[in-house]
C-alpha cells in the first residue's frame, strides 16, 4: 500500500490508530498455578491488531509495555524504525543509509574484522577469505635430529595473499582472530623403528605437535591440527624432526606434504 493510500484510509476510518500517549501497560504476567482473568488480557489482544501512528521525533521515552517498545519514524521523507532494549532506543533501519555502489565495493577487497568482502562485480561473499594451502613442489631432504621447516613453495589457495611460498614458507595472518591449522607429512624409505615428528609453530615457537614410531621399514606419514589464536602479524610454519640414522626424504605433492590454514572467527 502507497504512503498516500494509507494516509487517506487513516482519515477515512478504516485503519485504526492507537495514539502514542493512549498505549496502555501490558497486563499482568500470567503467573502458572494461580487463576487467570482473562478479561484483562483482551485490550492487549484487540492492540496488537491495529496500526500504530508513526512519529516524527527521535524516541526518548520509556516503554510502558510491550508495543510501545517499537516506533515507527517518519520525517522529511525519511522512514527509520526503533527497538527499545534495555530501556535504549536502537536505530534498526534508516531509509536514508546509503548502500555501497559496485565502485564502492571494489575496495573492500580485505574488510578485516568486519567479515563483509568483495570478490567480483557482481558478487558478495559474506564470510573470512582468510585461508590458504600450499604444499611441497619436490622432495625434501631432511637431516637427522634436527627440526627443520617444511618448504611449502606450492600454494593450492591463497585468499587473502597472507602466504609467503618464496621465500619464509609462512602463514602471516592480515586480522586477529582463530584459525584452523592442519599439517600432513609422507616420508619415503623410513626404517623400523624411527621416530617422526610434526610441529606447527608458531611465531616460531611450537604449539602443538604429532609423533609416531615406525612399526616396520617402508613409507610412513604425519598429521597435526590445531585452532590456534593469531594476533595480526604473528605467523604459522611447519616443522619436522626425524631420529634416523641418517637423512629421511620428505615426499613432494599436493596430496602427500601440505598445510591448510583457514580463519574460523
Not at 105 to 127: C, E, F, M, Q, V
Not at 176 to 202: E, H, P, Q
Request: glycine share 8%; net charge negative; with cysteine.
Amino acid at each position: 500500500m502507497e504512503l498516500e493510500e494509507y494516509n487517506k484510509k487513516i482519515e477515512a476510518g478504516e485503519v485504526k490508530i492507537i495514539e502514542e500517549e493512549k498505549i496502555e501497560k501490558d497486563p499482568e504476567p500470567f503467573i502458572p498455578g494461580q487463576p487467570v482473568e482473562i478479561e484483562q488480557y483482551v485490550p492487549f489482544l484487540e492492540k496488537l491488531k491495529r496500526v500504530l501512528r508513526h512519529i516524527t521525533v527521535v524516541p526518548t521515552d520509556t516503554p510502558q509495555g510491550f508495543l510501545s517498545q517499537f516506533r515507527f519514524y517518519l520525517s522529511g521523507g525519511v522512514y527509520r524504525v526503533y527497538i527499545n532494549i534495555n530501556n535504549v532506543w536502537n536505530k534498526v533501519f534508516d531509509s536514508a543509509w546509503a548502500f555501497l555502489t559496485a565502485t564502492q565495493l571494489t575496495d573492500l577487497t580485505d574488510a578485516g574484522d568486519s567479515a563483509l568482502h568483495y570478490h567480483s562485480a557482481d558478487r558478495i561473499a559474506i564470510g573470512f577469505t582468510s585461508r590458504a594451502r600450499a604444499s611441497l613442489g619436490s622432495n625434501q631432504t631432511v637431516t637427522t635430529a634436527t627440526e627443520t621447516k617444511v618448504e611449502l613453495d606450492t600454494e593450492q589457495y591463497d585468499g587473502d595473499e597472507e602466504f609467503d611460498k618464496d621465500t619464509d614458507y609462512r602463514f602471516t595472518a592480515v586480522s586477529a582472530g582463530y584459525y584452523f591449522v592442519s599439517g600432513v607429512l609422507f616420508w619415503t624409505t623410513v626404517a623400523d623403528g624411527v621416530v617422526t615428528r610434526v610441529m606447527i609453530y608458531r611465531n616460531g615457537t611450537q604449539y602443538c605437535m604429532h609423533a609416531q614410531r615406525t612399526g616396520g621399514a617402508g613409507f610412513t606419514s604425519n598429521f597435526v591440527s590445531d585452532v590456534v589464536y593469531l594476533a595480526a602479524g604473528q605467523y604459522i610454519e611447519l616443522y619436522v624432526i626425524q631420529n634416523a640414522v641418517g637423512n629421511l626424504i620428505l615426499e613432494a605433492g599436493a596430496s602427500k606434504t601440505c598445510l591448510a590454514i583457514h580463519r574460523l572467527s
